[in-house]
């Protein structure tokens, strides 16, 4: 049986639009996953930021080693959603927001030494890893540098979040 024209021309005009709607929605979804992506990690870097700033204020009152600065950590790690953490200059790890009540698998942990030179040599460092074991799986991370009113470096402020965390704040976003 011949088709007609009009048929014909029905059957393709709605496959172009089933095809533009598909390569929209495409589109829309590359577009906000990276919205939703660039967001988390600028929080991740103003987390980093603070952090190593509050270490500042607490290093310049008192000593790093205060526990108020852990109280500190943890408070902000539980508010934004991401692990916290702060490591001298050669990377050992001395305070975690895991730690509120002194019990943390990653306090006395030392990152590894191309991590911390990295780290060394810039103010702020985004990566995505595992740091060389530290993390079970790859994680978005921000690291800030701490350094002293004189200049000094004092170790590094380091935030993460895992990469299912963005996945779901996406999936939600994209779904209302």
Known sequence: ?????????????AGLIL???LLLGFSFSLISYRYVLQE?????DETARTVAEMA????????MEDWQLNIQITSLS?????HIFICDFNGNVWACSDS?????????KRLSTKFTDSVNRQELT?????????????QFISAAAITASDGSRLGTAI???GRGDVSRIWSGFALV
């Open 100 to 108: 509120f009540m002194l019990q943390c698998e990653h306090i006395g």
């Open 78 to 82: 539980r508010a934004t959603g991401n």
């Open 56 to 63: 500042v204020a607490v290093h310049e009152l008192n000593s």
């Open 159 to 161: 935030a993460s979040t």
């Open 126 to 138: 985004r990566l995505n890893s595992d740091l060389d074991g530290f993390y079970s799986s790859k």
């Open 40 to 44: 988390r990690r600028s929080r991740l």
């Open 19 to 21: 095809l533009n709607l």
């Open 1 to 13: 049986m011949k088709r007609s024209l009009f048929s014909r021309q029905l059957a393709f005009s």
